[in-house]
């Protein structure tokens, strides 16, 4: 069983619908949540973290962590074309991030 | 500009001729990683470093070299290249209780 899954997509939706994007994983030790985003021929950039269970919001970007269940979410809502990407998972247990586990990324479009 | 630059961008290369990916990071980061991507696989860590001089394995760290001498330098170096190397190769950097901050990537292709 792989660290952190993600289901690949890909993800097609109409502009203006709220996404869900979702991760698993196996190690019940993550403490802190990260999700990333990374569009064509570029590198990831950080939209969201978190630390341990409870939701965090910053503009349209939600994100979700129960760890009960070892399960995270990113929620976008009123979805833009630009929002068209894919959206990496990542974890890691410590406070410094020498160590990152990340999820192989959910593509997704957003139509106009 | 706070960045993380990495050179070259592209390289076509053969099996067995030594190589160096340069990375640089202009913020004062105390933590460097390389990374691959691959598809389904996602981005896996190569190397890191917690500091200069201060180098450990990641997940994936066969066939590959690190140094840092510099606080702001972090190159990679694949002393025998060979086909299942090729792929996409990401820098970041991360003060010690920072995100990591990705460079643009490094698209590499062994012959």
């Known amino acids: 069983q792989k660290e952190v899954e993600q289901d690949p997509g890909p993800l097609s939706v109409p502009e203006g619908a709220i996404v869900s994007l979702n991760c698993t994983y196996s190690n019940s030790a993550f403490q802190y949540f990260m999700w990333y985003r990374q569009y064509s021929r570029k590198g990831p950039e950080l939209l969201m973290y978190t630390y341990s269970s409870g939701n965090k919001e910053d503009g349209r970007f939600t994100a979700q962590v129960d760890k009960s269940s070892k399960y995270i979410s990113l929620f976008i809502r009123d979805s833009q074309p630009s929002d068209s990407a894919t959206y990496l998972c990542a974890m890691n247990w410590k406070t410094s991030y020498d160590k990152v586990i990340f999820g192989p990324g959910t593509s997704l479009s957003v139509i106009p | 500009e706070a960045q993380v630059t990495q050179n070259p961008r592209y390289l076509i290369t053969v099996t067995g001729k030594k190589l160096t990916v340069t990375c640089s990071q202009n913020?004062?980061?105390?933590?460097m990683s390389w990374y691959r991507q691959d598809p389904g696989l996602g981005l896996r860590q190569i190397y890191y470093s917690m500091n200069v001089e201060v180098t450990d394995k990641g997940d994936v760290p066969e066939g590959y070299k690190v140094s840092r001498k510099e606080k702001r330098n972090f190159p990679l170096i694949l002393e025998s290249p060979s086909p299942n190397q090729t792929s996409l190769y990401f820098c970041?950097?991360?003060?010690?209780?920072?995100?990591?901050?990705f460079g643009p990537g490094t698209r590499l292709t062994v012959l």
């Open positions: 913020m004062n980061h105390e933590y």
């Open positions: 970041a950097s991360s003060p010690r209780y920072g995100r990591p901050f």
